[in-house]
């Protein structure tokens, strides 16, 4: 079984290698594309019930045991996330499909977008897979690498200069994470992840507070909390719509995977646990504030993606299994119900000409199943009871609750504060642009949208509503998944069989 | 690389100081060519950090040397890796300075939408209070729309 582990970053590398070989064959570059997604999306299932019922799987690469060689882990974690990420990025891959049969301009260099997605999808598995602190590095620089590829896709003026800002604010970001690396390395000579769970332990209090607040700050910038969040909203919207939409999905989470990785295996104890509180509840507030703010949807999107982080890093910060449950919830719902709106925008794009809200209007008349796939995310990520987004504030604001203190109960009214203000920007955005009397941006717009990009985000608006279905087993998975996190000892055990710290 | 009883040579040390703070100081320059260099010594000096992370000493081959005298071959291996990611990601930024150099005659970092945006209320001394949820669209006729940017340079033989 456990011979499966690396296919979620083979089998992208290698479709990555096929379908820039068969750059010239559009036909044959899609269906491999998507057959290799598929094919991860089945392994990680079975990674998930896998590791649900006997613990995490281990796969020593190249038969070199563990502290010494790489290892790829999949714990229920990581299991769920790359399945959660892998069905996202399939209904995505097809939704970029679709909008490359409906138009020719935006997608003109199409040879290159499907190896450096399927890039792009490696190095988020990789990420997710990591067992080795080095490994995580080049799994970020990976999907970083593509993404560079991605968000300046066709060069226009305005992408080179929202790209080159995101370019750079990343690569600080690296660099940074890189040096943390080093360090960590100079100080207990090993980044195997379950061996440094035991060494860091020994070390003096400083050192690893200082080791801690480096991996933190650069994880932090790529989950793009408060103070480090100013390249997102500025970069994001002006990339093509499906690569907006799986970057807000994906990228960020993969830092607050990072975060909840290191925060829970490397440096359990909660030391910085009030710093992180206070950070989560001002990228929350702060955020959300921009998002009421904007006229643009897209914009607005981006501001509720920084605002939501907040959500997760406080259930970090919590520290008890039910923080981290709920912030684990949380990321799974964040990550579907963000990318379908993005790809909602990006339907209105194509259908109204615009995301601007002062140039479109009535658009739930002009297209009444467009209004529908607007609704139902915006008020699951509003969290109107009965979605998941409801569920999911519900679980982290309980656990805030539970854990007393003066802090978790200002950062639960600060949750609380957030979750209105996104009601309010939600709903602003459908009086604007979905009631009113309509009014399209541009009159050369195409009457029918392509029915793949409105199945494949019907598909995401599914598995949204399909969460609050399944939120019993859900949870079931999330709060063993948190409670093997905080006792660490499954993981280490999984990895290093013989000495437990 | 030498060392001494205590740890690593203070010449590298020095060294990966330098090659960080002038990184850093060219970092906070607006021009991406200047940013660019500022990554290339930012990446050097971190390379050389996690190079210092390790013992030093003789060439790791088994039986060529007492064990204990052998250098640490796990800093050297992740430093082959970085320097071949930091150049890579250079060879990008400096397709993305040529390009951004090529559409705008100019490779210049400039200020963000929201940023153009104030500083334009701030000239016609507006207050940004327009909340657009009540009226119709036609009350607010300023588009968002980036505006194209400034060109300096013009190209001979392009219109």
Same mark, same amino acid.
């Given at each position: 079984?456990s011979?499966?582990?690396? %296919?979620?970053?083979?089998?992208?590398?290698?479709g990555? *290698?096929?379908?820039?070989?068969?750059?010239g064959?559009?036909?044959?570059?899609? =269906?491999?594309?998507?057959?290799? %997604?598929?094919?991860?999306?089945?392994?990680?299932a079975?990674?998930l019930?896998?590791?649900?019922?006997?613990?995490?799987?281990?796969?020593?690469?190249?038969?070199w045991?563990?502290?010494?060689?790489?290892?790829?882990?999949?714990?229920?974690?990581?299991?769920?996330?790359?399945?959660?990420?892998s069905?996202?990025?399939l209904?995505?891959? %097809?939704?970029?499909?679709?909008?490359?049969?409906?138009?020719?301009?935006?997608?003109a260099?199409? =040879?290159?977008? &499907?190896?450096?997605?399927?890039?792009?999808?490696?190095?988020?598995?990789?990420?997710f897979?990591?067992?080795?602190?080095?490994?995580?590095?080049?799994?970020?620089?990976?999907?970083?690498a593509?993404?560079?590829?991605?968000?300046?896709?066709?060069?226009?003026?305005?992408?080179?200069?929202?790209?080159?800002?995101?370019?750079?604010?990343?690569?600080?970001?690296?660099?940074?994470?890189?040096?943390?690396?080093?360090?960590?390395?100079?100080?207990?000579?090993?980044?195997?992840?379950?061996?440094?769970?035991?060494? %860091?332990?020994?070390?003096?209090?400083?050192?690893?507070?200082?080791?801690?607040?480096?991996?933190l700050l650069?994880?932090?910038?790529?989950?793009?909390?408060?103070?480090? =969040?100013?390249?997102?909203?500025?970069?994001?919207?002006?990339?093509p719509?499906?690569?907006?939409?799986?970057?807000?999905?994906?990228?960020?989470?993969?830092?607050?995977y990072?975060?909840?990785?290191?925060?829970?295996?490397?440096?359990?104890?909660?030391?910085?646990?009030?710093?992180l509180?206070?950070?989560?509840?001002l990228?929350?507030?702060?955020?959300?504030?921009?998002?009421?703010?904007?006229?643009?949807?897209?914009?607005?999107?981006?501001?509720?993606?920084?605002? &939501?982080?907040?959500?997760?890093i406080?259930?970090?910060?919590?520290?008890?299994?039910?923080?981290? =449950?709920?912030?684990?919830?949380y990321?799974? &719902? &964040?990550?579907t119900?963000?990318?379908?709106?993005?790809?909602?925008?990006?339907?209105?794009?194509?259908?109204?000409?615009?995301?601007?809200l002062?140039?479109?209007?009535?658009?739930?008349r002009?297209?009444?199943?467009?209004?529908?796939l607007f609704?139902?995310?915006?008020?699951?990520?509003a969290?109107?009871?009965?979605?998941?987004?409801?569920?999911?504030?519900?679980?982290?604001?309980?656990?805030?609750?539970?854990?007393?203190?003066?802090?978790?109960a200002?950062?639960?009214?600060?949750?609380?504060?957030?979750?209105?203000?996104?009601?309010?920007?939600?709903?602003?955005?459908?009086?604007?642009?979905?009631?009113?009397a309509?009014?399209l *941006?541009?009159?050369?717009?195409?009457?029918?949208?392509p029915?793949?990009?409105?199945?494949?985000?019907?598909?995401l608006?599914?598995?949204?509503?399909?969460?609050?279905?399944?939120?019993?087993?859900?949870?079931?998975?999330?709060?063993?998944?948190?409670?093997?996190?905080?006792?660490?000892?499954?993981?280490v055990?999984?990895?290093?069989?013989?000495?437990?710290? | 690389m030498?060392?001494?009883?205590? /740890?690593?040579?203070?010449?590298?040390?020095?060294?990966?100081?330098?090659?960080?703070?002038?990184?850093?100081?060219?970092?906070?320059?607006?021009?991406?060519?200047?940013?660019?260099?500022?990554?290339?010594?930012?990446?050097?000096?971190?390379n050389?950090?996690?190079?210092?992370?390790g013992?030093?000493?003789?060439a790791?081959?088994?039986?060529?040397?007492?064990?204990?005298?052998?250098?640490?071959?796990l800093?050297?291996?992740?430093?082959?890796?970085?320097?071949?990611?930091?150049?890579?990601?250079?060879a990008?930024l400096l397709?993305?300075?040529? !390009?951004?150099?090529?559409?705008?005659?100019?490779?210049e970092?400039?200020?963000?939408?929201?940023?153009?945006?104030?500083?334009r209320?701030?000239?016609?001394?507006?207050?940004?209070?327009?909340?657009? /949820?009540?009226?119709?669209p036609?009350?607010?006729?300023?588009?968002?729309?980036?505006?194209?940017?400034? !060109? !300096?340079?013009?190209?001979?033989?392009e219109?």
């Open positions: 079984m011979g499966l582990v690396p %296919l979620p970053v083979v089998v992208p590398l290698l990555a *290698a096929l379908t820039l070989l068969l750059s064959r559009p036909r044959l570059q899609r =269906s491999i594309s998507v057959l290799c %997604l598929s094919s991860v999306l089945v392994v990680a079975v990674l019930v896998e590791a649900y019922r006997f613990g995490p799987v281990v796969v020593q690469v190249g038969g045991p563990a502290p010494v060689g790489i290892v790829l882990v999949a714990d229920q974690l990581a299991a769920l996330m790359v399945l959660v990420s069905a996202v990025t209904c995505v891959l %097809l939704y970029s499909i679709g909008q490359g049969r409906g138009e020719t301009g935006e997608t260099p199409v =040879s290159i977008y &499907h190896p450096t997605y399927l890039v792009l999808t490696a190095g988020v598995t990789n990420a897979l990591a067992g080795d602190l080095f490994n995580l590095f080049v799994g970020f620089e990976i999907l970083l593509a993404s560079f590829v991605l968000i300046t896709l066709g060069g226009t003026e305005v992408r080179l200069r929202t790209g080159s800002t995101y370019v750079v604010v990343s690569i600080l970001s690296s660099l940074l994470f890189l040096s943390a690396v080093g360090l960590v390395y100079a100080a207990t000579g090993t980044l195997n992840m379950a061996q440094l769970a035991g060494r %860091l332990d020994a070390l003096p209090s400083g050192v690893r507070l200082t080791l801690q607040l480096m991996l650069a994880f932090g910038i790529k989950a793009a909390v408060f103070p480090l =969040s100013a390249w997102l909203p500025d970069s994001y919207p002006t990339a719509a499906p690569v907006t939409a799986v970057f807000a999905g994906l990228l960020t989470k993969v830092g607050v990072a975060i909840i990785r290191t925060e829970t295996l490397l440096f359990p104890g909660g030391q910085v646990a009030g710093l509180m206070v950070v989560a509840g990228t929350m507030v702060v955020g959300i504030l921009g998002a009421v703010a904007q006229s643009d949807l897209k914009r607005l999107l981006s501001f509720t993606l920084v605002s &939501h982080i907040g959500y997760m406080f259930g970090v910060a919590l520290s008890s299994v039910a923080g981290l =449950s709920g912030a684990i919830f990321v799974v &719902h &964040h990550i119900i963000q990318t379908t709106l993005f790809l909602v925008a990006g339907l209105v794009e194509e259908r109204a000409g615009s995301t601007d002062r140039r479109i209007g009535g658009l739930a002009v297209a009444p199943m467009l209004g529908v609704f139902v995310p915006a008020m699951n990520l969290g109107i009871p009965p979605f998941s987004g409801f569920l999911g504030k519900l679980g982290l604001l309980q656990a805030g609750v539970a854990a007393g203190g003066t802090l978790p200002v950062l639960v009214g600060a949750g609380t504060l957030t979750s209105l203000l996104t009601l309010y920007a939600a709903s602003r955005v459908w009086n604007i642009a979905f009631w009113r309509p009014r *941006a541009s009159t050369t717009v195409p009457a029918r949208l029915g793949l990009m409105v199945g494949a985000t019907t598909a608006v599914a598995l949204g509503v399909l969460f609050t279905l399944a939120a019993g087993p859900l949870f079931q998975v999330t709060s063993n998944a948190a409670t093997d996190l905080r006792e660490r000892t499954p993981y055990r999984a990895v290093l069989p013989r000495d437990v710290p | 030498t060392r001494g009883a205590a /740890g690593p040579t203070l010449v590298l040390v020095l060294a990966v100081g330098v090659l960080v703070a002038a990184g850093v100081t060219l970092l906070l320059e607006r021009s991406l060519t200047r940013i660019l260099l500022g990554i290339i010594l930012l990446g050097n000096g971190v050389l950090l996690i190079l210092l992370g013992r030093a000493g003789a790791p081959f088994v039986g060529s040397s007492p064990q204990g005298e052998m250098s640490d071959a800093p050297q291996a992740m430093v082959l890796t970085a320097v071949v990611i930091t150049f890579g990601l250079t990008f397709a993305v300075a040529y !390009r951004s150099w090529y559409t705008s005659g100019d490779d970092v400039q200020d963000d939408l929201e940023d153009r945006q104030i500083v209320l701030a000239e016609s001394n507006e207050v940004s209070t327009a909340d657009h /949820g009540g009226e119709g036609d009350d607010d006729p300023e588009q968002v729309d980036p505006e194209p940017a400034r !060109r !300096r340079l013009r190209r001979d033989g219109t």
